[in-house]
């Protein structure tokens, strides 16, 4: 190669070089980039305990907005408007049948959760009362139109 370049092979070999050095000019002393990947895991490592710290918070946050929307369907003198899950009906107006299970797994509900299970229930008892939703063995289909809900929906729940 040197001979095709018409130059000598000691000075090729230092062009090469010289020009390999030029494209890396980042080129630093391993110490610096050990020293700056340990860095670099350091802030990772904070930035997990922190995202893990803010879920637990975000978990028990949802945990608790759940307990106070299932509120009204667990109270058995409530008087007023009730609102309905948009997820739940969300998933029974997907026009497929949904049973328990994968309702209670849809909604991000814990089987062992027997409250939100218990509001869960009573939301499904109110919408087959309206004719909104039929049962089907274990599970549920949606039968109604959401417009014919709201029109046909008692304003005491």
């Known amino acids: 190669m040197a001979d095709e370049a018409k130059s000598p092979f000691s000075r090729f070999v230092i062009e090469i070089v010289e020009s390999t050095l ?4 980042e080129l630093r002393p ?3 980039m050990v020293n700056e990947l340990e860095s670099v895991k350091n802030e990772n490592k904070k930035l ?16 608790e907005l759940k307990r106070y929307r299932n ?23 997907s026009g497929n049948y949904v049973d328990s299970y994968r309702l209670l797994e849809a909604l991000n509900i814990d089987p062992r ?25 274990r599970g549920w289909r949606w039968i109604g139109q959401l417009k014919d809900f709201f029109r046909t929906a008692p304003s005491g729940g």
Request: aromatic share 8%; hydrophobic share 30%.
């Open 30 to 32: 391993r110490r610096e």
């Open 113 to 137: 959760e027997s409250e939100q299970i218990q509001a869960v229930s009573h939301q499904l008892e109110e919408l087959e009362e309206y004719e909104m939703i039929k049962p089907e063995g």
């Open 22 to 25: 030029a494209e890396d000019e």
């Open 48 to 63: 997990r305990d922190d995202l893990h710290q803010k879920d637990i918070v975000i978990d028990r946050y949802e945990s």
């Open 71 to 93: 509120e009204v369907f667990l109270s058995s003198n409530f008087e007023g408007i009730r609102r309905y899950s948009k997820e739940l009906v969300d998933i029974l107006k």
